[in-house]
């Protein structure tokens, strides 16, 4: 999927665009590094977390759910409670949620890290997120 530019502020979010998300309450980008987790006990992944630097690294691909990503969807609107997975642009690793316990939030919650299974970014049913849009 080749991304179409950075999608401006209140726009509509559509496949194949890419985006930066900003944590409501601190105003922290979503970000990664290719710096994989080394508590114990963790994936080893990639590190997700936020920042307050603008730059490359807070830079998302919208792309479709892991079952339809051969669908041919770019520049669709994405829906309200759609599926959707977020393709982290300079590493080109899949937003990827794990089972392993958080290291810094604590046992209850769970690790969000950067991941793929093969050079073409496909992942796994991990990877997909559900768009919830405040209205």
Known sequence: MKPTGIMPTNDIICYGVQIRLRHQTTGALLTSKDRP??????????????????????????????????????????????????????TQRNLHSQQHPAPITGPDKKEVTCFYRDKFGV??????????LDE
């Not at 963790?42 to 807070?58: C, E, H, M, R």
């Not at 992942?123 to 919830?132: E, T, Y």
């Open 123 to 132: 992942g796994n049913s991990g990877d997909d997120w559900i768009l919830q």
């Open 37 to 90: 987790y080394t508590h114990n006990g963790t994936s080893g992944q990639p590190i997700v977390g936020g920042s307050a630097k603008k730059d490359d690294l807070n830079i998302w691909l919208v792309k479709p759910s892991h079952e339809r990503r051969d669908d041919n969807i770019l520049d669709a609107p994405v829906v309200n409670g759609e599926t959707i997975r977020l393709e982290h642009v300079s």
